[in-house]
């Protein structure tokens, strides 16, 4: 039973700085393109940041660039986001995805999601 499992999600003001957590087990973790998404309050799903299966290759929505980063440790079967410079806007819960591809995550196509993890920026 594959599972995801984010954490690190809170309160935060804006300009702080959080890292989210999404564990993953019951698959071998090192096979699979990972991601993070986010959805705000009436709004849809939108991706975040994308993460390659050994590290290599990273992508970043226009929207985080140079303030969020994405990293996986394959040995702990954990990816992280580093998120910084955090706005009001970013206020959503995030999930974390696992697909085949790096493309395949960045579009969405995530064999498997996480139940995610609240982040809220005040102003």
């Known amino acids: 039973q594959v599972q995801l499992v984010e954490s690190g999600g809170g309160l935060v003001q804006a300009g702080g700085s959080l890292r989210l957590s999404c564990a993953a087990s019951?698959?071998?973790?090192?096979?699979?393109?990972m991601g993070w998404f986010r959805q705000a309050p009436g709004k849809e799903r939108e991706f975040v940041a994308a993460i390659s299966r050994i590290g290599i290759s990273t992508s970043y929505a226009d929207s985080v660039k140079g303030r969020f980063t994405i990293s996986r440790d394959n040995a702990k079967n954990t990816v992280y986001l580093r998120m910084n410079s955090l706005k009001p806007e970013d206020t959503a819960v995030f999930y974390c995805a696992a697909a085949y591809s790096l493309p395949a995550v960045r579009a969405g196509g995530g064999d498997y999601w996480g139940q995610g993890t609240q982040v809220t920026v005040s102003s």
């Open positions: 019951g698959l071998t973790f090192s096979s699979y393109a």
